[in-house]
């Protein structure tokens, strides 16, 4: 079992920065990927952005070169720096994780609204 813990969500302006944070304990050992998706009102839960153990990244098209995604192994810790925050941006973020067994975890989600 793995438990996941997020942080720093919040309110933001338009065109400013957050960085949250997702602290795995438990089996944390066994993680491989972890990620992080959204959801935003009446959509449908979307990946944002995931890295894998070694350190290589994938992110979706609309945050690509605003958003960077990065992990502290040491820490069992990943980390999602948001910058030049759009309104669309807004939603419910959750960190997820993989596990050498194929199962994944989710966490409870963080709250990020962008106000214009």
């Known amino acids: 079992q793995v438990q996941l813990v997020e942080s720093g969500g919040g309110l933001v302006q338009a065109g400013g920065s957050r960085r949250l944070s997702c602290a795995a304990s438990?089996?944390?050992?066994?993680?491989?990927?972890m990620g992080w998706y959204r959801q935003a009102p009446g959509k449908q839960r979307e990946l944002v952005a995931f890295i894998t153990r070694g350190g290589s990244t994938n992110y979706a098209d609309s945050v690509k070169g605003r958003f960077t995604i990065s992990r502290d192994n040491a820490k069992n810790t990943v980390y999602l720096q948001m910058n030049s925050l759009k309104p669309e941006d807004t939603a419910v973020y959750y960190c997820a994780v993989w596990v050498v067994t194929g199962h994944n975890y989710w966490g409870q989600g963080t709250q990020v609204t962008v106000s214009s």
């Open positions: 438990g089996s944390s050992f066994s993680i491989n990927t």
